[in-house]
């Protein structure tokens, strides 16, 4: 099969810097001139719109599926051209006036090969950064041999510099398409300059068909040139694959991957031989360069890179090296090395690696690539739970690697013959570990390994690590790793050790310090907190058993609270008490607890003031700018608290005998709680409502 590249110099003539900014119209469905210059007169088909395109001109689609005409042979097949400059839209009913009127859900816009002749849908050799593609599906898209590799939906190729391909593709969706590297997409641009631009995209079902293939959604292969940024955006990549490398997402480059980003993107149930998701591969000169490629807040859940491989199968969510990932989830991805990750000389950033499994060498990370030797490997507030491996629950090791953990957890993580969770394969290895929670016995169980030739590992635990902790999870069984509020790893973190550069959020986006220092682990949050305000009435005489305690309030983070007393008892109030001390055990909804001790003491005061109660009135009720207390017997240091529902003092005022009259008219509407003091106790409690 061969592509016909009759339609290259078609190309060449819309290289154009006229500014027609006209708007084509096309529909499968219109019956009128079929000119493209309204809907009623639409084109109903999108080879001509594009062949009339202009730069600069949008194209309109509507809703209905759009196929290249038959080819003149099954080898020579056509995909649609998609000429420089033309913002191409789908999405439409038939009827709209605007582009914000389209529902692109509803009126959905097909892109496919001729249903007979299966082949690649369309073809982009030349476009400068105004040219774009929205709201369109690709569908079933094929194009596979050994000796053409284009993408099945998407090709886009740029050879020499003056003539670059860049493209903006949103809110699309590539199913189903089959290539030999790139199933869905593939950019080529060594010897040229290219670049793409990838957001709010599903690729789902693509896949590569061959061995030796490559990317079963995305294959992009740029050149040592300056090239355009590479951005994938806000994408879902599921159920994607590939023969042998990259299920969803391969990048190639001759030079530094600095200008690619992979950001807000969600992969699941991708696979391949060699990295489950996304590989990245630098083979110039340039890859020496300092910048990183930067992978943030993305998920990596169900992803599989040669799991089941004897010898293969590297990073079963991500295989790459000199990569920065920041706020990234990775859970039950698989590999025979690396379960989560493959690759060295990474920096990680509040990421979580929650039960990923490795049939030999490291559960979460192996810290390996052929082409690199050693590498410095920085993790700073990471999780690791429940990581499995041969060898290596959390980590394998490469010859002379450098690797640090700050503000780390590590928590229930296995190995299967009894190896520990940090494995050494290849050579020494150098590892730091400070500020960081652990459930094993010491620093020297972090790590083991076998090395007969080269000196032996070296690892330093610095300060403050603590061992066989439980880090309090707020619920693992609902994958919930975040910290309960009376965690010990709440500020347990060292702030001097977090480089500037990073981002200042934890996992869940929340700021990554809250109060004075880190917490330990991916997510951040807020210490627990708890006061208790009360009232203690104390027993009139011995036997009486007269003696009360009432809860006013409770303030504290994670509110309901549970109240459960000493005497058995779980309301807010205990009364029929004697003397004699008391506990309650107040806890939030996470299950965080503080316990506080009360005393009921005998009354000393006189038969006076056992009844004192009856000898105090507070009012009116309700009130709105006035209370008015009045004593009719003298108290010695009688005075009156009130409180908000927060617990907050609002008055206190000495009273003296008769009537005492107060100004509340600043007071806020609302339920207030009052408290009589005399004779050193508490002897009259109440309520208020203030109103306006």
């Known amino acids: 099969m061969r592509i016909v590249y009759k339609f290259i110099f078609l190309s060449f003539l819309n290289i154009s810097t006229s500014l027609a900014n006209d708007t084509l119209f096309v529909n499968i469905n219109a019956t009128g001139l079929n000119n493209g210059t309204s809907w009623s007169n639409a084109f109903t088909t999108l080879k001509s719109a594009l062949e009339g395109a202009q730069y600069n001109d949008q194209i309109w689609i509507a809703k209905g599926t759009y196929t290249p005409p038959p080819p003149q042979s099954p080898s020579d097949g056509e995909p649609f051209l998609i000429p420089n400059g033309v913002q191409i839209y789908g999405g439409f009913a038939g009827n709209e006036i605007s582009l914000l009127a389209r529902d692109i859900a509803l009126n959905e816009t097909v892109l496919a090969p001729h249903p007979m002749y299966p082949y690649l849908i369309s073809y982009i050799p030349f476009a400068d950064t105004t040219t774009s593609i929205n709201g369109i599906t690709f569908k079933d898209g094929w194009f596979s041999t050994l000796f053409q590799t284009l993408g099945g939906a998407i090709y886009m190729k740029s050879t020499d510099p003056s003539m670059p391909v860049y493209v903006d593709i949103s809110d699309c969706k590539f199913y189903n398409n089959i290539a030999f590297k790139g199933g869905a997409i593939r950019l080529e641009s060594k010897g040229g300059r290219g670049g793409i631009s990838l957001k709010n995209c599903i690729f789902n079902g693509n896949a590569t068909d061959n061995f030796g293939s490559a990317g079963g959604a995305v294959y992009l292969e740029c050149g040592e040139n300056p090239q355009y940024p590479v951005t994938i955006q806000d994408c879902t990549?599921?159920?994607?694959?590939?023969?042998?490398?990259?299920?969803?997402?391969?990048?190639?480059?001759?030079?530094?991957?600095?200008?690619?980003?992979?950001?807000?993107?969600?992969?699941?149930?991708?696979?391949?031989?060699?990295?489950?998701?996304?590989?990245?591969?630098?083979?110039?000169?340039?890859?020496?360069?300092?910048?990183?490629?930067?992978?943030?807040?993305?998920?990596?859940?169900?992803?599989?890179?040669?799991?089941?491989?004897?010898?293969?199968?590297?990073?079963?969510?991500?295989?790459?090296?000199?990569?920065?990932?920041?706020?990234?989830?990775?859970?039950?991805?698989?590999?025979?090395?690396?379960?989560?990750?493959?690759?060295?000389?990474?920096?990680?950033?509040?990421?979580?690696?929650?039960?990923?499994?490795?049939?030999?060498?490291?559960?979460?990370?192996?810290?390996?690539?052929?082409?690199?030797?050693?590498?410095?490997?920085?993790?700073?507030?990471?999780?690791?739970?429940?990581?499995?491996?041969?060898?290596?629950?959390?980590?394998?090791?490469?010859?002379?690697?450098?690797?640090?953990?700050?503000?780390?957890?590590?928590?229930?993580?296995?190995?299967?013959?009894?190896?520990?969770?940090?494995?050494?394969?290849?050579?020494?290895?150098?590892?730091?570990?400070?500020?960081?929670?652990?459930?094993?016995?010491?620093?020297?169980?972090?790590?083991?390994?076998?090395?007969?030739?080269?000196?032996?590992?070296?690892?330093?635990?610095?300060?403050?690590?603590?061992?066989?902790?439980?880090?309090?999870?707020?619920?693992?069984?609902?994958?919930?790793?975040?910290?309960?509020?009376?965690?010990?790893?709440?500020?347990?973190?060292?702030?001097?050790?977090?480089?500037?550069?990073?981002?200042?959020?934890?996992?869940?986006?929340?700021?990554?310090?809250l109060e004075l220092l880190p917490d330990a682990g991916a997510f951040e949050q807020e210490m627990f907190t708890m006061q208790v305000f009360e009232t203690i009435k104390a027993e009139t005489l011995a036997g009486n058993n007269d003696g009360a305690i009432r809860l006013d309030s409770i303030q504290g983070n994670n509110a309901p609270f549970s109240v459960l007393w000493s005497t058995g008892q779980t309301g807010m109030e205990i009364s029929s008490l004697s003397k004699?001390?008391?506990?309650?055990?107040?806890?939030?909804?996470?299950?965080?607890?503080?316990?506080?001790?009360?005393?009921?003491?005998?009354?000393?005061?006189?038969?006076?003031?056992?009844?004192?109660?009856?000898?105090?009135?507070?009012?009116?009720?309700?009130?709105?700018?006035?209370?008015?207390?009045?004593?009719?017997?003298?108290?010695?240091?009688?005075?009156?608290?009130?409180?908000?529902?927060?617990?907050?003092?609002?008055?206190?005022?000495?009273?003296?005998?008769?009537?005492?009259t107060f100004s509340v008219e600043g007071m806020p509407t609302g339920l207030y709680y009052w408290v009589f003091r005399g004779y050193g106790e508490v002897i009259k409690t109440g309520k208020l409502v203030k109103v306006k």
């Open 237 to 513: 990549f599921t159920n994607n694959e590939s023969f042998d490398d990259a299920g969803a997402i391969y990048f190639e480059s001759d030079d530094s991957l600095s200008d690619f980003r992979l950001r807000n993107c969600s992969f699941f149930n991708n696979k391949s031989q060699s990295s489950g998701s996304v590989y990245f591969r630098c083979i110039g000169a340039g890859c020496k360069k300092p910048n990183k490629t930067v992978i943030e807040n993305c998920l990596f859940i169900n992803n599989e890179g040669g799991n089941n491989s004897v010898t293969g199968g590297g990073g079963g969510a991500v295989f790459g090296s000199n990569v920065v990932f920041s706020r990234c989830y990775f859970q039950n991805n698989k590999a025979r090395r690396g379960g989560a990750i493959g690759g060295t000389n990474n920096d990680y950033f509040s990421c979580a690696f929650i039960k990923n499994s490795s049939t030999f060498l490291g559960g979460a990370v192996g810290l390996f690539d052929p082409s690199l030797e050693g590498g410095i490997n920085r993790f700073y507030n990471c999780t690791f739970y429940g990581n499995y491996a041969v060898k290596g629950s959390v980590l394998v090791g490469i010859s002379e690697s450098r690797d640090t953990f700050y503000n780390c957890i590590f928590n229930k993580n296995k190995t299967g013959n009894n190896s520990t969770m940090f494995h050494t394969q290849y050579g020494p290895a150098n590892v730091y570990i400070s500020n960081s929670l652990m459930d094993i016995d010491d620093c020297n169980a972090f790590i083991s390994g076998v090395d007969v030739v080269h000196a032996p590992d070296t690892i330093t635990c610095g300060p403050n690590n603590l061992y066989l902790a439980d880090p309090l999870f707020v619920d693992t069984l609902a994958d919930n790793y975040a910290l309960k509020s009376c965690s010990p790893g709440i500020n347990f973190g060292d702030l001097s050790v977090l480089p500037a550069f990073i981002s200042n959020l934890d996992l869940n986006g929340n700021p990554r310090v």
């Open 580 to 660: 004699g001390t008391y506990q309650v055990t107040v806890t939030n909804t996470e299950g965080c607890a503080s316990i506080y001790q009360y005393k009921v003491d005998l009354s000393t005061s006189t038969a006076n003031q056992q009844n004192a109660s009856d000898q105090i009135t507070v009012g009116p009720n309700p009130f709105s700018t006035h209370i008015q207390v009045t004593l009719n017997a003298s108290f010695p240091g009688s005075a009156l608290k009130m409180y908000n529902q927060l617990g907050d003092l609002v008055l206190d005022q000495n009273l003296s005998l008769g009537s005492n």
